[in-house]
């Protein structure tokens, strides 16, 4: 995982980030948005929250990664409906892999 990793593996599809704007999704270079679809392809969370939420959690891992931790899963909190004003990654129990 150390390195550029591989990216455009999804035809027309282009997530981009830039720090200060967070995360981004285009589909043959229009507007789109991120989803959380559940195994029966009901849209569980759409919007600016899942790529505020995704991003979150990238980060999170990242850190702990250069903190050594990377052993650690790094989950999200749940999404809700409503944005609440307090929203963060927690580490998760050790998974054992290292």
């Not at 969370?45 to 050594?68: D, K, M, S, W």
Request: hydrophobic share 45%; glycine share 14%.
């Amino acid at each position: 995982m150390i390195g550029t990793q591989p990216t455009g593996a999804i035809a027309g599809v282009i997530i981009s980030a830039v720090s200060h704007e967070g995360l981004s999704v285009t589909v043959d270079g229009m507007p789109a948005r991120l989803a959380v679809v559940n195994e029966a392809g009901e849209v569980i969370a759409i919007g600016p929250q899942v790529a505020r939420e995704a991003e979150a959690v990238a980060v999170n891992n990242y850190r702990q990664f250069l903190q050594g931790k990377g052993y650690l899963r790094v989950m999200g909190k749940p999404i809700s409906v409503q944005a609440s004003a307090h929203q963060g990654a927690e580490s998760g129990p050790h998974d054992g892999s290292v």
